[in-house]
């Protein structure tokens, strides 16, 4: 008897490995599809944030600014290497603009709106 146990412990072991590697996969697919909610809606929130806070610039630079490290949170977490990258990028650029007065506010607002499109398209393309 002790000779059909160490035939069956590779299989339990291969069953396990198999099991596993499945398990991965789906972690990476809900990651994936996690990121692919998450990322438009922190872009789409900030458009409409800003467009009310263009007479605080104080305000809008801080909504840019928590913005930019939500995306890095959701790049950190981002399974698939497109929507990592346009996530970084993305985060890179609302962390570059800064809002010190009403003339910067209206800048960024228009510099939001134009990357922000390019985004979502990229993370359209890397979600699908």
Not at 32 to 47: F, R, V, Y
Not at 78 to 102: G, P
């Amino acid at each position: 008897m002790p000779r059909l146990k160490s035939r069956f412990l590779p299989l339990a072991l291969f069953a396990a490995c198999v099991l596993a590697a499945g398990c991965s996969e789906v972690n990476n697919t809900i990651d994936k599809a996690q990121a692919c909610l998450e990322a438009p809606k922190i872009i789409t929130d900030l458009g409409a944030e800003i467009s009310k806070l263009t007479d605080d610039p104080q305000a809008m630079d801080k909504a840019i600014d928590d913005a930019a490290n939500k995306l890095n949170d959701v790049a950190d977490q981002a399974a698939n290497t497109t929507l990592k990258e346009a996530t970084d990028s993305m985060a890179k650029t609302l962390t570059s603009i800064t809002v010190q007065d009403a003339n910067d506010a209206v800048d960024a607002l228009q510099k939001v709106t134009s990357e922000s499109a390019a985004y979502v398209e990229k993370v359209a393309q890397a979600c699908s």
